[in-house]
């Protein structure tokens, strides 16, 4: 120990002051680029004063935008709200403006703009929305017919589609149920749509947590859903004057009765709960959940099952000597705080704020992209002539205007809205990217780097759900109900479709080779996509949202690697996509597995190793 205090002081002032250095004095700072349109009816706009039509007024968004420039109390509470009978409030645009502590500066990374108002690949993804609203309570074991056949039908014929057997997809083929609605990562596309992470029970000391989740329902609140199925949800803002006072930011309370989550009063561990069978229960996780829980849980389950930390970690991890050059790594000690388990844990909780911050600066001053909900009601305007608005008086693209998924819906709710799986619909801030796929991103990034991504996990440990009987409760919002309940099952017990999983899905998780990598791919894009199943996020806010997050780990891990003066050669990590940052044009899903290693001012490739990764810009 130094007999000289002022010396460390020094010493750790000066690494500090290296991180500032490197992050913001040496970084490229990008000027982001919205998608051209910045005016009430490409932008959002929800709780501000609106026309008839369902628009936000002119003088209420430019109020809006004066707000964000000025970024001032004043120009705040000059922003035109809708307060009648009571406003709903903002979520917090001047979040745009916040500083951070460690890492990048939440202005120094880049994402790329999201599709234009009036173009197809817009299109495309609300009648992707379309069909996720008509698919909801189909089991993910039960994708062979149905609206998911009609889904890929629709969608395999749609321009601008960027989904499984789109252009963006680098596997190509054809789309078809086993994978419709996933994501292009690497191991998102095979095996369950759900990944274990998110069923698999989390290992909490004395008290092992299971992810069963109450379930919503609709019809079944007055006796007649299915319970051989598992019973419609409730959808909302079907109606155009109940959506048109959302939109104007009337309370939920005064608009819709509340979602009617099964709540018995009982055990809800045992009676009326399930594990994540459907889009809508994926949809239910994510609605009111803090946005890093999820893989906060991810990580213990994978330190319950041993998973080893990357190999190069100066630490000897039972009979294998670090992988750093130069040193076989401590062997008289296990890794705690630096390279261990409470590195592992307090690292996801750390990005979960930088990451949002990140999203809130291009969510509300970039790019300001308006929610799936108001999207659709352009549609509803121009049918209904809300407002003297006449068929073309919105400049949508024409795929939306003849997509089968668009007349489905017409013909299930009598209108062109987007049915929304949550009463109040979206939050009141900009749809992109989403906050949860930011987060998600960055919290996932961590554990890619921070674990052996390469590790197969052992098969006599994965699990799906299986149907296990039925459980009648009451309902929050009155009346009872009858719910399809699961069990968790070794896969290597299971033979066939469960209700979490079709046959083939099941025989890929028994028969191949899934890594830590392959399942942490899958629940980033299991969390990004859950709320596009509830009707509020569109699937480029959460790709390029788990991209942005990706960013924001990887330059937190800069500065985290000056925590330790012990030999370490870097972090090795697999990014989601092709190129590092992942927005580079043309980048695609990183599907030969190519990695980078993370060093405190660069980033580099491992070494033994060769990478098509860009990784020539030492500032990256």
Known sequence: MTDDPHRRLQAAFLRRERAARQQLLESTYRTDESDG???PVACYGKALAHRSDG???????????????????????????????????????????????????PWAVHMAPPPAFDSPEMGAELIELYWRALARDVPFGAYDGGAVADA???????????????????????????????????????????SQL???????????????IRVLAGEAADGTG?????????????????????????????????PNLVDT??????????????????????????????????????LGMGVPFDPRIPYQQGDRESATPGTPGIRTADPVINF??????????????LAQTACWYRKWFVHRRLRPEAYAGRLEAERRGAGGATAGAFPLPTNVRTSAARSRIADAHGTHLLPQAYTEGSPTHPSYPAGHSGVAGATVTMLKALFDGTYALPV??????????????????????????????PVTDVSGATLGATADAVADLRDGTTTVNDELNKLATNVALARNWAGIHYRSDGIEGFLLGEQVAVRYLQDHLRSTDLPFSGYRLEPFFDAYPGTAEDAGPNRDRDAILITPDRITTPDGESSSIDVDDPVR
């Open 55 to 105: 628009v936000p007024t002119a003088s209420a968004y430019d109020s809006l935008v004066d707000a964000l420039d000025a970024g001032t109390v004043e120009a705040y509470n000059a922003i035109e709200l809708d307060e009648s009978p009571e406003m709903r409030r903002l979520a917090e645009p001047d979040g745009a403006h916040g500083f951070e502590g460690m890492g990048a500066d």
């Open 265 to 302: 009063g009982g055990d809800p561990d045992t009676t009326v709960t399930r594990h994540i069978v459907t889009g809508r229960d994926l949809a239910n996780k994510v609605r009111r959940q803090v946005p890093y829980l999820v893989t906060r849980d991810a990580a213990e389950i994978l």
């Open 226 to 258: 299915d319970a051989d199925v598992v019973g419609s949800g409730p959808d909302y803002l079907t109606d155009w004057d109940a959506w048109l006072r959302v939109q104007r930011g009337v309370p939920v309370a005064r608009t819709n009765p509340p």
């Open 198 to 212: 998110l069923w698999t029970d989390v290992p909490r000391g004395a008290i092992p947590q299971s992810q069963r």
């Open 152 to 194: 890929v039908a629709d969608l395999s014929g749609t321009a601008g589609y960027a989904g499984p057997g789109g252009d963006a997809d680098p596997r190509g083929g054809s789309l078809d149920a086993g994978r419709l609605f996933r994501g292009l990562l690497p191991g998102a596309q095979s095996g369950p749509h759900v």
């Open 340 to 353: 261990g388990a409470h590195d592992v844990l307090e690292s996801v909780v750390s990005v979960f704020d």
């Open 460 to 489: 006599d440990e994965l699990v799906v759900p299986v149907a296990d009987g039925t459980a009648e409760g009451e309902m929050a919002g009155g009346g009872t109900t009858t719910v399809r309940t699961t069990r968790l099952a």
């Open 37 to 39: 349109a910045d005016d």
